[in-house]
């Protein structure tokens, strides 16, 4: 009897210690990145967040042109996503026959499987010259003649840069976004969803008017859940954003992100404050993360905590 | 009055339909895009040379045996690490604790690893292991892939086990089994099926994992089996041969992507049905 309540202790006191190595480990990552990136933020303080330049032979480095190809290819890519992705929800639970509701959720969910790497070969292969011979001439030719706003679509179709990063990492977030819209839309209680009906309402009407405002929060956190996976996203971007350390107004100019400096020069990168001030650059983009996906999920289980009242 | 109304009405609705459906569309047909010309350029890769040779120097021929070796295996290690502590974890979520303090934090910080960035994971080992060791390595690597395996594992299994009948337990408790037994061979072997499919979810998320490889792992031409080394693997194979100005290197590349594309999406089809068997709602 004795032998057995050891038993129960030991077990507990185990799973105990693995459960808090899972908040040691986010504790081990930030205080790692922290000491990695001090001879950086030591040689160029907080001008390192500010600084444009990037230059590895004269030991000058800068944050803000990765910190703005990471924020603005985000940005473009929830822009484009985030309508297809309630388009796909709204399909799902409003208009697709029972029978095929299944398969072609999971087809879309499959979308999200495939490795980032796959999307970065497609991007740079198949995705890069179709949009330079089409898209991009075309909005050069529209869009680009507008005054002022013409220079976000100013310079040459190069097929790779900002705007065709932007459209992979939309297509890569489509699917968390479209599936966690899906699921905090069943969530409405079928007695609103028919009484709109009943008072004659029409679909849009009820998604406009019922399941929208029912599901705000949710919608909002998986749109963050979305946002925090575009910010983080490496080898996709990496093929196919041009990898420029420069900001240009125009979306179709190469540019970088942080995570494309890091998987393009992390290794060939030699002497200390190079190595460091890349660190640095993932420390950035670890605290971006952390503050959207922690928001995200903020709001998600605030949903889900509704729904169980 | 009333019937131009009705027809403004059933125009938005028709017009806000038609945009789901067409959404819907462009999704399945990116998915189709992406796979038809994984299939058009990646099986001419295919051939026997593919799977008994390695990776050749530029503007010869040859395969990719020891980057698929290297990916196997530092997989499987990642995996046998990463899925116990994953499954600890989760056990203490759902059965001793779920609704204490401690029990919230690990859930809303492990809901947050789940989507941290890969690439951040791969400099973390490589502030922790690589430079302590003083070189890249296959263990670095199974590390790196390790930690993405945790927050999988500790999601699926906790939700697995928390959909174990308490009923189950409670009889095990009333035949007098301390709680340990009632976990271990009660509630284990009810949401075993449940586990094994988070276990080959995780799996399918790190096989074409590749930033977090690269500053661990880096990669290795030649053949190694030696996991205190640099080690080939596929997705960093990949990522070079891709990039690289060589027609062969370029189309090993492409059999790379789709190999490890099939093996990913079967992977997850096999778990989506696992999922589906051992649901209790039936």
Known sequence: ?309 | MDAMLYRRRAATNYLILSLSFAATGAGLLVLFLIMWSLLRNGIPALGFDFFTQNTPPPDRSGGLLNAIYGSLVMTAVATAVGTPVGILCGTFLAEFSRSSKLAMTVRFINDILLSAPSIVIGLFVYEVMVVPMGHFSGWAGSMALAILVVPVVVRTSENMLSLVPASLREAAFALGAPQWKVVVLVVYRAAMQGMLTGVLLAVARIAGETAPLLFTALNNQFWSSNMNGPMGNLPVVIFQFALSPYADWQRLAWGGALLITLAILSLNIIARFLANWSSFEK
């Open chain 1, 1 to 309: 009897m004795r032998r057995q309540r050891l038993g129960d202790t030991l077990f507990r006191a185990v799973t105990r210690s693995f459960a808090l190595g899972v908040l040691l480990l986010l504790g081990a990552i930030i205080a790692s990145l922290v000491a990695g990136s001090i001879p950086a933020f030591h040689a160029f303080g907080l001008g390192f967040l500010f600084s444009t330049a990037w230059n590895p032979v004269k030991d000058a480095f800068g944050a803000l042109p990765a910190i703005y190809g990471t924020l603005i290819t985000s940005l473009l890519a929830m822009m484009l996503a985030v309508p297809l992705a309630f388009g796909i929800a709204i399909f799902l639970t409003e208009l697709c026959p029972p029978l095929l509701r299944r398969p072609i959720g999971t087809l879309i969910e499959l979308l999200a499987a495939i490795p980032s790497i796959i999307y970065g070969i497609w991007g740079l292969f198949v995705l890069a010259p179709i949009l330079q011979s089409t898209l991009q001439p075309a909005l050069i030719d529209s869009l680009g003649e507008i005054p002022y706003f013409g220079v976000l679509f100013a310079g040459p179709p190069l097929g790779l840069g900002i705007l065709t990063a932007s459209i992979i990492l939309a297509v890569m977030v489509l699917p968390f976004i479209a599936s966690v819209s899906r699921d905090v839309f069943l969530t409405v209680p079928p007695l609103l969803r028919e009484s709109a009906y009943a008072m004659g309402a029409t679909t849009s009407e009820v998604i406009r008017d019922i399941i929208i405002p029912h599901s705000r929060i949710g919608i909002v956190g998986g749109v963050m859940l979305g946002l925090g996976r575009a910010l983080g996203e490496t080898m996709a971007v990496t093929f196919v954003i041009g990898n420029a350390h420069h900001i240009k107004a125009s979306l179709l100019a190469p540019g970088t992100t942080i995570s494309a400096t890091l998987a393009n020069e992390f290794t060939e990168a030699v002497d200390q404050i190079y190595t460091s001030s890349l660190v640095a650059l993932g420390l950035i983009l670890f605290v971006i993360t952390l503050i959207v996906l922690a928001l995200a999920n903020y709001m998600l289980w605030r949903m889900g905590s509704r729904e169980g009242a």
